[in-house]
């Protein structure tokens, strides 16, 4: 069992890397959209000039800042959760209600990936492009940007899936710090314990003479 745990965690480590890697092109992406507003706003103020297709190029620069982050963010753990009622639920129901999630969310993103790439065919074919400027650029490598982008989350999906049963969440890659002996994982049973702790100091300070 242990020797499964450490292969499951070298693997995690793996896909942990590469979905990062990919998010970088993110990164690159915003800092080039960053750029080119700053530089077509100076552009125009200075010398009234804009950059050539700045806006559609900004427009669709924006595609791989979403669509390149958005695995890294699931296999980090770093989506927001509520988890006020289900926090409390036993453990083996949390772990049905996480894995009910992560399979809905595979098969939803593999089946608009398919479709998004049935979309890069046409925009390929028909050779779009993003306006009826003669300098215009084709689109369809950046709809092919959505297709991998949403394989991309599929394939982690499936991985948070096997990952729910491998390896126990503080292992995991992007943890939050392991919780003390007996405590609960679950952002809701903080928030509780918080609440009593600080009614406890509240009635210490009352009794005091």
Request: hydrophobic letters at 50%; charged letters at 20%; aromatic letters at 10%.
């Amino acid at each position: 069992m242990a020797e499964k745990r450490n292969i499951a965690k070298k693997i995690d480590k793996i896909i942990f890397k590469a979905m990062w890697g990919v998010s970088l092109l993110s990164g690159l992406s915003l800092l080039a959209v960053a750029v080119l507003c700053a530089a077509d706003a100076l552009g125009g103020k200075i010398f009234s000039a804009s950059i050539p297709n700045g806006t559609e190029i900004v427009t669709y620069l924006n595609i791989p800042v979403v669509f390149f982050a958005m695995a890294f963010i699931q296999v980090e753990r770093g989506h927001t959760t509520v988890d006020l009622f289900s926090g409390r639920f036993p453990k083996g129901l949390q772990k049905a209600i996480h894995l009910a999630g992560y399979v809905l969310g595979a098969l939803i993103c593999a089946f608009v990936g398919f479709c998004s790439f049935q979309l890069v065919l046409d925009k390929y074919k028909t050779s779009a492009k993003a306006s009826a400027a003669a300098s215009s650029f084709v689109i369809w490598p950046f709809a092919m940007v959505i297709v991998i982008g949403f394989m991309l989350i599929a394939a982690a999906f499936v991985w948070c899936a096997f990952r729910e049963f491998l390896i126990p969440p503080e292992e995991r890659m992007g943890a939050l710090p392991a919780p003390e002996h007996g405590e609960s994982t679950s952002d809701a049973a903080h928030m509780a314990r918080d609440i009593e702790n600080l009614k406890d100091v509240n009635e210490e300070r009352g009794n005091r003479p």
